[in-house]
């Protein structure tokens, strides 16, 4: 029975090496000729990638049935094992109930893709039923807790001695098995020192297959509950759920120390959370450990599956959150033209977006709206939402009859069917716009006609607002933006640093440029953001302060305030680390502070933490894509969390 379930377990894995290769068909083929759990499972984590990666509503439906199918299937073969004897140091079937439980957390995350609030309630209560399961299995197999297991990246303080390794790293140098497992094992970072060595192994796959999947399941269990917006994160609360987030990213961690194939998973969700960390934050805590962190990641996987999307496009993320825009568009593009299989488009088409998002912070118009409709041939999530960004790159160039032609295909898409059979959020604040500029345009002409003509605030770079496309830029396109936006009339009350005097409007003409408050709450916030970016604070606040004061006026960007109040948290975040030394980026161990800077450092992270109260006020449900903000504003009070704790530790 152990000899039937490793062979399964090792057939399977070639599945997912081939997968993880973007070989999506020989996966299939693989998963498909097998009949245990594991390839079940396989088959389930192909349609989950699907979509998940592609967002397509009907590859959901299909993913919910190959993972209940698993899931039901190691159900059944759980209840057989416990009557017999284990094969493991762990109780019969553990093996089994880890499947089950992996079936029923990637069931619960198709439920969150929507970004509703509905869709997160419905992954909760899926995720309330594995809780038990999830509890159970972290303790009985990490009783002690992780403290002792080593993750792929080095420690920050250095080992007592460099010849310090882990058990496991020592043996899976030694081994070279074929397979994944082999190829995994060989990697140069699990032979690097680490400050807590592993006090045991996994003896074969199967021990391997339930440590890491362990590991990763809990992890991914407390991320998923600790990323919630705090609407739903008050019914956890309610129901007596605690997260852990600290011990949600070791587990992770040390799930991608091992060999197995949810080692692979567990880097890749550390990558996306890292990434999103360094996107979405605005500001970290020690930004270079965790761009360490997400490097290592990524070298521990990307020489394995050079082919890979997922991992090309985990490059390209690491170098444009590393402000390396040019080299991270360089490997997207490379990543596009080089020979690899193709049959797994959804990841090819996160390249693609990747690759529009790289373009249009660069202010690369025509190129990024040509990549954005591009999107459009590999998935089938909100193509109304792509060629609105893509219109909104030609508003940008001028070219207002090749954006009104885009703006006019809009309405039509977003009247096709959708994830659940509600708008998505994006949606919705899409329509609002479209009215908005309609209505600006009979104000100017009478018709509603070519109303492209009166927009001046690219749609693009405000939607560009919610992915923070304006954080990790350089100076000239910060300069760029400065000029574009200072030259609408009515001129801002607050003279900008990088604009020259002829840049400025000229006597104002009529109608305004901008001449409704929604216009100007957008533009100052967008200038407050740039300013910022490069490190010109007093010019920021005023920019954010005027587009938080402008709350009670807006009509349609209600999103405004809370984003603005958001950002002057950031701002006091980013101006303490220019003023007070200790910076982000500097490395923990590095944090050098007087008495007096200590002081005045505690007094910016509460002012901050305040201001994210204030944001969070102004952001209620019914607020556009106020669960992204929300997200936000949940991920950086951890990293102003992580900051007082540095301080306080100095």
């Given amino acids: 029975m152990a000899e039937e379930a490793t062979r399964n377990l090792r057939s399977a894995t070639t599945g997912f090496d081939a997968l993880f290769s973007n070989d999506l068909e020989k996966a299939r083929e693989i998963f498909g000729g097998g009949q245990s759990s594991f390839h079940a499972l396989g088959a389930g984590v192909c349609a989950f990638l699907e979509a998940a990666l592609g967002m397509e509503a009907g590859l959901m439906a299909n993913a919910t049935n190959l993972l209940s199918d698993a899931g039901e299937g190691a159900k059944k073969q759980h209840s057989a094992a416990k009557v017999g004897s284990s094969s493991t140091r762990f109780p019969a079937g553990t093996e089994w109930e880890l499947v089950q439980s992996d079936s029923v957390i990637l069931h619960a995350l198709t439920l969150a893709l929507s970004e509703s609030y509905m869709g997160y309630l419905q992954c909760f209560y899926e995720l309330n039923k594995a809780h038990s399961k999830f509890t159970k299995l972290y303790k009985t197999v990490y009783p002690v807790g992780l403290d002792n297991y080593a993750t792929p990246a080095t420690s920050k303080a250095a080992s007592p001695s460099p010849s310090i390794r882990s058990d496991a790293s020592s043996t899976h140098t030694t081994k070279q098995r074929s397979s994944f497992?082999?190829?995994?094992?060989?990697?140069?970072?699990?032979?690097?020192?680490?400050?807590?060595?592993?006090?045991?192994?996994?003896?074969?796959?199967?021990?391997?297959?339930?440590?890491?999947?362990?590991?990763?399941?809990?992890?991914?269990?407390?991320?998923?509950?600790?990323?919630?917006?705090?609407?739903?994160?008050?019914?956890?609360?309610?129901?007596?759920?605690k997260h852990d987030r600290k011990l949600a990213l070791r587990a992770l961690a040390v799930s991608a120390n091992q060999t197995d194939v949810h080692a692979v998973f567990a880097g890749l969700v550390l990558m996306t959370y890292y990434g999103v960390v360094l996107l979405l934050t605005g500001y970290q805590a020690d930004e270079a450990h965790i761009l360490q962190q997400y490097r290592a990641m990524i070298d521990h996987v990307e020489s394995r599956y050079p082919t890979g999307s997922l991992w090309i496009l985990n490059r390209a993320k690491l170098l444009r959150m590393s402000y390396d825009a040019a080299g991270a568009i360089e490997v997207l593009q490379n990543g596009l033209k080089g020979p690899r299989p193709q049959s797994f488009g959804q990841a090819d088409g996160l390249i693609i977006f990747e690759l529009a998002w790289c373009l249009l912070s660069q202010r690369r118009y025509e190129e990024a709206a040509d990549m954005f409709i591009k999107v459009t041939e590999i998935n089938s999530w909100s193509h109304a939402t792509y060629y609105f960004i893509a219109a909104g790159c030609h508003v940008s160039l001028k070219n207002h009859k090749k954006a009104q032609k885009l703006f006019d295909a809009v309405p039509d898409l977003l009247e096709k069917k959708k994830i659940g059979g509600k708008d998505l959020p994006t949606e919705v604040w899409i329509k609002k716009k479209l009215n908005f500029y309609k209505e600006k345009q009979k104000r100017w002409t009478g018709s509603e006609e070519n109303f492209a003509e009166c927009i001046r605030i690219s749609p693009a770079e405000e939607l560009g607002i919610f992915w923070n496309t304006h954080a990790r830029i350089g100076r000239d396109i910060c300069e760029a933006h400065a000029k574009e936006l200072s030259a609408f009339s009515p001129p801002s009350a607050t003279t900008s640093p990088l604009v020259s005097a002829e840049d400025t409007p000229k006597p104002p003409s009529t109608p305004y440029d901008l001449d409704t408050p929604d216009e100007l709450a957008v533009r100052s916030l967008m200038l407050g953001s740039v300013h910022r970016s490069v490190s010109q604070f007093a010019a920021a606040r005023e920019y954010l302060q005027d587009a938080l004061q402008r709350q009670k006026t807006v009509k349609v960007s209600t999103w405004v305030a809370g984003v603005a109040a958001f950002e002057l948290a950031v701002l006091d975040l980013k101006e303490a680390d220019a003023t007070l030394g200790g910076g982000s980026g500097t490395g923990t161990d590095r944090l050098l502070l007087n008495d007096?800077?200590?002081?005045?450092?505690?007094?910016?992270?509460?002012?901050?933490?305040?201001?994210?109260?204030?944001?969070?006020?102004?952001?209620?449900?019914?607020?556009?894509?106020?669960?992204?903000?929300?997200?936000?504003?949940?991920?950086?009070?951890?990293?102003?969390a992580t900051k007082r704790e540095m301080v306080q530790s100095v």
């Fill in 181 to 241: 497992f082999g190829r995994w094992g060989a990697s140069n970072l699990s032979a690097q020192p680490v400050a807590n060595p592993v006090s045991s192994t996994p003896d074969g796959p199967i021990e391997e297959l339930i440590m890491s999947g362990t590991a990763f399941g809990y992890g991914l269990f407390n991320l998923v509950f600790s990323l919630l917006p705090a609407t739903v994160r008050g019914v956890v609360g309610f129901l007596g759920f």
């Fill in 596 to 640: 007096h800077d200590k002081s005045a450092w505690l007094k910016v992270l509460s002012k901050a933490s305040e201001q994210l109260d204030h944001a969070l006020s102004l952001s209620p449900q019914s607020v556009d894509l106020s669960s992204r903000l929300d997200s936000r504003i949940t991920m950086l009070r951890d990293e102003i």
